[in-house]
């Protein structure tokens, strides 16, 4: 067969799946309500995943751990602290605020409350100089800690205030983590419950459409149709499903993402970042659409072609 005429034939067999989608489309409308479902939560389950990690990774550039210095400690001693700190492998960034930098810092904090600023007046300057450490992984602080409290070390902290280590924002990292973990499971199970539902459906629309067509399959076959040629408009039929659910899912979230953004005013919903959320779904729009049109092709496809294989069972041409 002549490369023109497989191109037409290829044109014939979409031509007669877009007919046939048409003509059941009232019949596949189950079949597209569920796909549409299965391809939301894969979408949704891909947006969510990037925004809770965008989370994690923002609270993660906050933690740093202050060692807070006694006000007899020399430039040296602290010179030489720092030094050591930056030559650890486990820290990224070593910083110093002074006692003026510290002083300053508390009242542009406090710049509305006057009470604060008239009591920090009042007593001069009661706050240390303090080192700010970031670590490289806040999960793994243990070598910081260990050079912290060794005695020398401990010699030059202020007595009266212990050094910080950013427990809360740890433990609000653990929360996220654990929560897109959970997320990701059900997401995983939710996609493929709703995808094995979606392809006996389409696999039933193909079985009754077959059955509806019995008589002209016969004529075709007899006029010395190919397998292919009989086979290829259902498969045709069923991708067009995946590939308007895919649109429609892409649709729905970006109008579910513009109420939420414009016309409830919000920014945030539980855990998830509303507005990164947004901006991670429009910036990655064209490779979420391509993973979207792929998933309800393959889905749709697959359903087909599987159908097609059972309830049309002859010789291959």
Known sequence: MSSSRKMITLWRIIKAGCVNFIRN?????????????????????????????NT????????????YLADSTTTQQVNSMMASLRAMPEVKK???VSKDQALAIYRAENSNNATLQEAISETGNPLPASITITPV????????????????????????????YGGSQKEAIDKIAHATSI??????????????ISMLIIFNTIQMAIFNRRDEITIERL????????????VVES????????????????????????????????????????????????????????VGILIGAISSIVATRRYLKFKSK
């Open 239 to 294: 991708i067009l499903y995946g590939m308007i659910a895919a649109l429609v899912s892409v649709g729905g979230i970006d109008l579910l993402f513009h109420l939420a953004s414009s016309g409830l005013q919000a920014s945030s919903l539980g855990l998830l970042d509303i507005g990164y959320a947004s901006d991670y779904f429009h910036n990655n729009f064209w490779m979420l659409l391509t993973v979207q049109l792929g």
């Open 25 to 53: 489309a009232w019949i596949a409308m189950a079949a597209l309500a569920v796909m549409v479902v299965t391809l939301t939560i894969v979408l949704f389950s891909i947006v969510t995943s990037a925004t809770l990690n």
């Open 223 to 234: 006029l010395g149709a190919s397998t292919w040629f009989i086979r290829g408009p259902f």
């Open 183 to 196: 997320m990701k499971r059900v997401g995983a199970a939710a996609v493929i419950l709703f995808a094995v």
């Open 56 to 67: 994690i990774e923002q609270i993660n550039s906050k933690i740093d751990i202050s060692v």
């Open 137 to 164: 992984n806040p999960s793994n602080i243990t070598g910081i800690k260990a050079f912290i409290d060794e005695p020398s070390n401990v010699a030059l902290e202020d007595a009266q205030i212990h050094s910080s």
């Open 94 to 96: 070593v910083g110093y």
